[in-house]
């Protein structure tokens, strides 16, 4: 053993010494460093958020466990003789505790003001002119990429749960002002056309409507929650529809349901999409 050593070890004025004394000056500079770390306020990484889509899965699994018919009860379309969307979350395992009867674009700001603490109607009010917006405005806001906490998708394959579509309905197409449901899955891909500049995705979506997606009972497996058998209701549910792509990925259009034949151009019926963030 070295005599340096040795002395160390005894506590040597000139060596030993200094050494306690470094280390005790790094210790006390290591614990002034996790003070001011402890004290500092920890910012929460901004990014996708997708607890919406968690708050909408509750409501329509809650509903769903009542079952058809008497779910009806609770759950249905906003049409004829409503005054105004409403939405109920209520006590999980009470499914008779929660209710829907709301439009799809109304339902979609209900189920964002639920969630978020910045979903206030002053939020809807800046970025959509409206406390309650429809479709074809949040298609406008959205499409013009200007909306605080929701960022612009375009690209079909770029769809993630809990990013929400907004189509709009152009002057002379029927059915209100166009469609807000929010994406639940991507379900694949399928093939019934011979275009071979269009990939066509097959997309689970959570929505409130009238007019449930596909015919009752759909052969292909892709059935619609708000179906029993060959009956279909209405209200807030889970349903697949099929968007298209162009060769540049670009929305191109849409089927209603996996086994309905009319396609809906973006030429009339334009698509664009949003994830929701937690940054503004």
């Given at each position: ?6 002395a ?6 000139k060596?030993g ?7 005790n ?14 004290s500092?306020?920890q910012?929460?990484?901004a ?15 809650e509903?769903n ?12 379309y ?13 006590t ?5 505790s929660?209710s ?8 979609v700001?209900?189920?964002?003001a639920?969630?978020?603490?910045w ?11 409206s ?8 298609y ?18 770029s ?8 189509i709009?309905?152009?002057a ?16 694949g ?6 275009d071979p ?8 979506v ?11 009972p ?10 029993s058998?060959?009956?279909e209701y209405?209200g ?10 162009d ?6 259009g849409y089927?209603?349901?996996t ?22």
């Amino acid at each position: 053993m070295m005599k340096g050593e040795i002395a160390f070890l005894s506590g040597d004025p000139k060596k030993g010494g200094d050494a306690m004394r470094l280390r005790n000056v790094a210790t006390s500079i290591g614990a002034g460093i996790l003070a001011v770390l402890a004290s500092t306020p920890q910012v929460a990484m901004a990014g996708p958020v997708t607890d919406h889509l968690t708050e909408a899965e509750e409501l329509v699994d809650e509903l769903n466990s009542i079952g058809w018919p008497s779910e009806s009860s609770y759950n249905k379309y906003c049409g004829s003789g409503c005054t105004g969307s409403v939405v109920t979350w209520g006590t999980p395992g009470t499914p008779t505790s929660y209710s829907s009867e709301s439009q799809c674009a109304p339902f979609v700001t209900k189920l964002l003001a639920h969630t978020y603490s910045w979903a206030t109607s002053t939020y809807f009010s800046t970025e959509f002119a409206s406390t309650s917006p429809n479709s074809a405005r949040y298609y406008d806001r959205i499409n013009a990429d200007t909306v605080d906490h929701m960022d612009k998708i375009t690209k079909v394959a770029s769809l993630a749960p809990g990013d929400i579509i907004a189509i709009k309905y152009e002057a002379g197409a029927s059915g209100g002002s166009g469609h807000t449901p929010v994406v639940r899955s991507l379900a694949g891909t399928v093939v019934t056309d011979s275009d071979p500049n269009t990939t066509e995705y097959v997309v689970e979506v959570v929505d409130s409507t009238s007019n449930p997606h596909g015919t009752a009972p759909v052969a292909d497996g892709h059935d619609d929650s708000r179906s029993s058998g060959s009956t279909e209701y209405s209200g807030v549910g889970y349903g697949f529809m099929v968007l298209y792509a162009d060769a540049t990925g670009d929305f191109y259009g849409y089927r209603w349901g996996t086994d309905e034949s009319t396609f809906h151009s973006v030429a009339t019926r334009p698509i664009v999409a949003a994830r929701v963030t937690s940054e503004a």
